[in-house]
């Protein structure tokens, strides 16, 4: 056994030897030249046919200023906030790098303890990677530049190199981005914002940033918190007097952000950056200091095609000046290749330089409606329901389509309601459908069948078929994952992710997750991580095969009429929710997946309104509005592609219900409806009203198919011919046409 002068020895050799391999690497590191890429560089965002689409960063948004042009509460606030101890420290913190290579042995990130010195050092001096090489390097540069430089000069160079959001690069553009000011002028209220800012400006820039966790909503919030937090922390560490601080004010307001990215271009490049910033690892704040080259997906020309159909059926539509149920609507888009998952066109909104900076194709708060119920009927014949014990189910099962159904559970008991009375699902209008097929159902898009259907199947199982179809959890309607009308359409996937799920029906069932960006070029290389993503089974071929079939006929004698005329093969689903506060229209050829969403927000408090007497018209549906737009952009898209016939569809699974009782059809008189989902939940109560599927026509709602005259929808659109007949009761005298007039006439849904 060792003795301990022999153990003392060698802990001391050791000691000794870091002692002087610090020594020496002290010695042998020099204050390096002031870098050129401390100024942001431009990062060249290009069209998928290589085309430049624009270029960002670096566009005259860094001045230097003096020492003296920076106000003392700026300077305070700062200190005050990230490094209280700074004008007395060495230039470093020897306990926070002690954190720091911590993480970085234990395999994380070496960021951390760094003080203002060193955060100068690395963004004058040094690159923005994270290894430890470079952290030393910061770390013995950071205690020549404290020998050497005045603190009040380090501190300057700080706030001149600093990035603060909306591309401004110092404290100078800073100022003038945020408050169109000089730095001299800010005021106490706005310096000790622009402390909070360098937090992070991605999460603390109130226009929002990118990711999901960034919304406008969220950095405000976060930036207010962090504002009131530096205010009281400057009067703890008595930089500022409690005196002063109530003096201060309220919470700064900005002046309107300007770019120069007109039309479509700033939410492309925002989905870009989002996809690059995720793919290769870096943060938003690296990624807008420039150098990059960011070839993506997107086609110019669908994306205008897009926007032109979104703004014709716009102004024949809205008249904001002459209705107050035409402001604040608001369209979304996307459409996505099946076969790989390329997002080639989006629409999201009028445009950066109109003032809209949230992306409409991206928005998380939308519920679907009915263009859920397909997802449900493609895990039934996946996963099959306790009936048919887990054997696939046909479409041609039945199940009954009356209102107010009383839904039961597995075991055949009634399903309680909030009220602890049985929970009657309502469907739209009263008609007596009686037993119909889930194809019917689908169709005319009726509640009751469906809602029945997610608790045959299992709501698990319904919710794992929308994850293979790219959906996560994440998009989920969270209170309603064990209720009825969550089969129903409340959840709020973004206009990208429901294009990018019905892409695996358009493609034999198998799925790619969505992505926009091909190649990243930095410094003349290539960045790794940007390989096409692998295609994912998502559902055996023919059970793709079925709901296409299903859905074509949604389009042809359902709620989806509208677009039947279009010429060439389509399958889509209309989707509306209750009190109209969102309207969609989910449809694919072979060759392009493409969703349409139509909602009204309040823009003081970010809520769905109602769209009721939005046009002048008493409801809006999503097989009008948004089937308009669709089947204009496609028409467009469309052209000199030789659109796919849909492979036939083999019959599949088992028929229950099926009995020779025939059903109540309506009549040539009666309405052809799309049912809302429920505003009472089953077995817990909801944290907004609860939105699904519905679309309704009036007898004569001249934006709906009903059975006033008119026009059967045109052609066939090339339809293969159904595996799954539509039979007696999807005879098309039942009036799915309409031709009560209007541009907007088509059926309901």
């Not at 996937?493 to 969505?514: L, Q, T």
């Not at 005329?565 to 689903?573: E, L, M, R, T």
């Not at 709906?704 to 595996?723: I, K, L, R, Y």
Request: hydrophobic letters at 35%; glycine letters at 12%; aromatic letters at 8%.
């Amino acid at each position: 056994m060792p003795s301990w002068r022999l153990i003392t020895g060698i802990f001391l050799a050791f000691m000794g030897g870091l002692v002087a391999a610090a020594g020496m690497g002290y010695a042998m590191v020099d204050i390096p030249k002031a870098q050129d890429t401390a100024l942001a560089q431009n990062n060249v965002f290009y069209w998928s046919n290589g085309k430049q689409m624009a270029a960002t960063g670096g566009q005259t948004n860094r001045q230097l200023v003096s020492n003296g042009e920076i106000p003392k509460e700026m300077k305070n606030a700062v200190v005050s906030a990230e490094n209280a101890s700074f004008y007395d420290d060495k230039g470093i913190d020897p306990a926070g790098i002690a954190r720091a290579v911590a993480n970085m042995a234990r395999g994380g990130e070496t960021q951390g303890g760094s003080t203002i010195t060193q955060q100068f050092v690395k963004n004058a001096y040094l690159s923005q990677e994270q290894t430890l090489s470079r952290k030393f390097k910061e770390l013995f540069i950071s205690i020549k530049v404290n020998q050497k430089m005045t603190k009040d000069d380090i501190l300057a160079g700080y706030l001149n190199t600093a990035y603060y959001g909306r591309n401004a690069y110092g404290i100078q553009a800073a100022a003038q981005a945020y408050f169109g000011v000089d730095a001299e002028k800010l005021t106490p209220s706005q310096c000790a914002f622009l402390a909070a800012v360098l937090k992070g400006p991605n999460f603390y820039n109130p226009d929002g940033g990118v990711g999901a966790n960034a919304s406008k909503e969220a950095n405000t919030k976060r930036a207010k918190e962090r504002w009131a937090w530096i205010l009281d922390r400057m009067v703890e560490v008595k930089r500022m007097t409690p005196a002063e601080r109530a003096e201060v004010g309220d919470f700064p307001t900005f002046k309107k952000q300007s770019s120069n990215l007109s039309g479509q271009s700033g939410y492309l490049i925002d989905i870009a950056k989002e996809y690059v910033a995720k793919k290769a690892g870096l943060s938003p704040e690296d990624l807008e200091k420039g150098g990059y080259r960011i070839y993506t997906t997107f086609d110019k020309q669908k994306v205008n095609e897009l926007a032109a159909a979104v703004e014709k059926t716009q102004k024949s539509f809205l008249d904001p000046k002459k209705r107050e149920k035409d402001k604040y609507v608001q369209f979304g888009g996307a459409s996505v290749d099946p076969k790989t998952g390329a997002i080639v066109a989006l629409y999201g909104g009028e445009g950066y330089n109109k003032g809209h900076y949230s992306n409409n194709a991206n928005t998380l708060g939308v519920p679907v409606g009915s263009t859920w119920k397909p997802i449900v009927l493609a895990a039934a014949m996946k996963y099959g329901t306790y009936e048919t014990n887990g054997k696939a189910l046909s479409p041609l099962a039945k199940y009954n389509g009356n209102d107010l159904l009383e839904i039961k559970d597995q075991n055949g008991d009634p399903i309680m309601g909030d009220n602890g009375k049985p929970f009657r699902q309502k469907n739209e209008g009263t008609t007596a459908w009686g037993e119909v097929t889930l194809r019917k159902a689908m169709e005319q898009s009726i509640n009751s069948p469906f809602a029945q259907l997610g608790i045959d199947v299992g709501l698990t199982r319904t919710q794992e078929m929308a994850k293979d179809m790219g959906i996560s959890e994440a998009f989920f309607d969270k209170a309603n994952l064990r209720n009825v009308s969550f089969s129903l359409g409340t959840s709020t996937p973004s206009a990208i992710r429901m294009a990018d799920a019905y892409g695996a029906f358009a493609n034999d069932g198998k799925h790619f997750e969505p992505y926009s960006v091909t190649k990243v070029v930095h410094e003349g290389k290539p960045l790794e991580g940007f390989e096409k993503p692998e295609e994912q089974p998502a559902m055996e071929a023919n059970v793709a095969h079925n709901v296409t079939d299903v859905l074509e006929n949604v389009v042809q004698n359902g709620t989806g009429k509208k677009v039947a005329d279009i010429g060439f093969p389509v399958a889509g689903k209309t989707g509306t929710t209750d009190e109209n506060k969102s309207a969609w229209f989910v449809g694919y050829t072979r060759e392009l997946s493409t969703a349409v969403t139509l909602f009204r927000t309040d823009p003081a408090k970010g809520k769905l309104l109602s769209m009721n007497g939005t046009g002048g018209v008493t409801s809006i549906h999503g097989g009008d509005i948004p089937a308009q737009v669709w089947k204009d952009y496609m028409v467009e898209a469309m052209k000199g592609v030789t659109p796919e016939a849909f492979p036939p569809a083999q019959p599949i699974g088992e028929i229950i219900n099926d009995t020779p009782t025939p059903s109540a059809i309506p009549t040539p008189t009666e309405t052809v409806e799309e049912s809302p989902s429920p505003t009472p939940t089953p077995s817990e109560s909801l944290t907004s009203p609860s939105p699904t599927a519905t679309e309704t026509c009036g007898e004569f709602d001249w934006q709906c198919n009903n059975a006033n005259g008119g026009q059967n929808g045109g052609s066939d659109g090339g339809a293969t011919s159904s595996p799954t007949p539509t039979e007696t009761e999807t005879d098309n005298s039942g009036g799915n046409a309409n031709g009560n007039g209007g541009i907007f006439g088509g059926s309901s849904g």
